[in-house]
């Protein structure tokens, strides 16, 4: 919750638990009896808190300003996608678009697992033609085929497409180029949000 008062979201209230402080900022504050975080919680050891925050998506137009973007094309497990708006976060990433299909950015999973990156990084709502129509160079992700990630051209405006868990990036995805993260052992492909982390972090520190 702290997350999302430090980073403007409307945050209309807060529930609290007994013994458990509220936070500055967050909205009024109602307090909870004895018992009821736990029935209400999908987590095995609740917090204590919780909040009604007003969710909000970015608009197309925040696609003209960026330079590096991460799009995930029909991700569909909430943990993979908070941990890539975690690590788009830390990467420096300046949008994260969302195809449809991709699991909704506000499901709760999605929300812990990004750690309250979901709160600093402009998510929107948008297929490839948009970025693509954005100006931005479609980088689509395999687990065969393509450049090296460390050969890879990484300046100008960039956009890492990754596919879905079960079948990733069509071989006819509209993209400009195909990279791929050369791996040593048995293992066909990194896990999606594993991967993610990989791509972004060369990005980043390639470019200038």
Known sequence: MAEAVAAGWDV?????????????????????????????SATETPPGLFAVVRSQLAGPDVLAGAGLVVVADGIADPGNLGTILRSAEAAGVGVVVLTPGTVDPFNPKVVRASAGSLFHVPVVAAGLADVGAAGMRLLGTSSHRGTPHDDVDWTGRVAIVLGSEAHGLPDDAPVDEWVRIAHAGRAESLNVAMAATVLLFAAAAARP
């Open 12 to 40: 209309e209230g807060q529930y609290v638990a007994p013994g458990v402080e509220s936070v500055d900022g967050a909205g009024p504050t109602r307090q909870l009896a004895a018992g009821v975080a736990e029935r209400v």
